[in-house]
């Protein structure tokens, strides 16, 4: 941060501040300005240098002018836009309580995820055939079947990374079940290890290498769901934690709810 804000003062004095309102002014808008601890604020963790804080400079000045212009025809005094102005606010605060209850009480450790698993493990269980490819997309068949040429070498002949710069490529999962009849009779044939393709779909070439096989029957690696687990556990604790909070406060509160008829 101490970096960040240095760096922040040598900006703001190359372009020169404002001079009537101090250097610790880097814009100003009528009667609102913005500081310098306001635009270190405001960028947060972005990196980019200048071009960064000459945006967010830029941005303030077009909301606040923004802003002016709606005052001056009296938007500030529309019921409807103050009630959504402090539902919003009420929610800003309700999800900031929240966050302050449960921060403590949700942590969940490597162990939990890991005893989840272990109980849970049936229900990470492969419910069919899949195998795990990278999947490249070429324009022309051409290019594919150099590229396959090349991929297929030990030392390949080409820049392989900025060849690829210009191709579509991803990895993913195919289920035997999801996958075209067509896709079937491709990847799943081969080998760990096989370049297969090219296969014309549509107007382009694919290309698909594949990278893992798996039964169905055999069980997700814990770090291929660890994430998710983490994810189950801390919901959990969380509405936990809420439930807990709520009881409390309905009992220290005088509430009161209709039974009657809501027509």
């Not at 913005?34 to 972005?46: P, Y």
């Not at 909301?63 to 709606?70: D, G, N, V, W």
Request: glycine letters at 6%; hydrophobic letters at 40%.
């Amino acid at each position: 941060m101490k970096t960040l804000f240095l760096f922040v003062l040598l900006f703001v004095f190359a372009c020169g501040g404002d001079k009537k309102t101090g250097g610790g002014v880097v814009a100003r808008v009528g009667n609102e300005t913005l500081t310098k601890e306001d635009l270190v604020f405001l960028a947060g963790n972005q990196v980019g240098g200048a071009d960064v804080f000459s945006r967010i400079i830029k941005k303030w000045v077009e909301q606040k002018l923004l802003y002016r212009a709606a005052l001056s025809i009296g938007l500030d005094k529309d019921l409807a836009l103050i009630k959504k102005r402090d539902l919003f606010y009420e929610s800003l605060l309700i999800s900031s309580f929240i966050n302050i209850q449960t921060k403590e009480k949700t942590k969940t450790t490597k162990k939990e995820v890991s005893d989840y698993y272990l109980k849970n493990k049936a229900s990470f269980k492969r419910s069919d055939d899949e195998v795990v490819v990278k999947h490249y997309v070429f324009l022309t068949k051409k290019e594919a079947s150099v590229f396959i040429k090349e991929l297929k070498k030990k030392k390949p002949g080409v820049d392989m990374e900025s060849f690829l710069n210009k191709q579509v490529v991803e990895t993913k999962t195919i289920t035997k079940r999801a996958a075209g009849s067509n896709l079937v009779n491709i990847v799943f044939t081969g080998d760990v290890g096989d370049v297969l393709g090219p296969k014309k779909i549509a107007n382009d070439f694919h290309v698909f290498q594949i990278l893992q096989k798996n039964k169905a029957g055999s069980y997700i690696g814990l770090e291929k769901v660890y994430d998710e687990i983490y994810q189950r556990l801390y919901k959990q604790k969380e509405v936990l934690v809420l439930d807990s909070v709520l009881d409390s406060l309905y009992l220290r509160s005088d509430v009161f709810v209709s039974t009657g008829d809501m027509k």
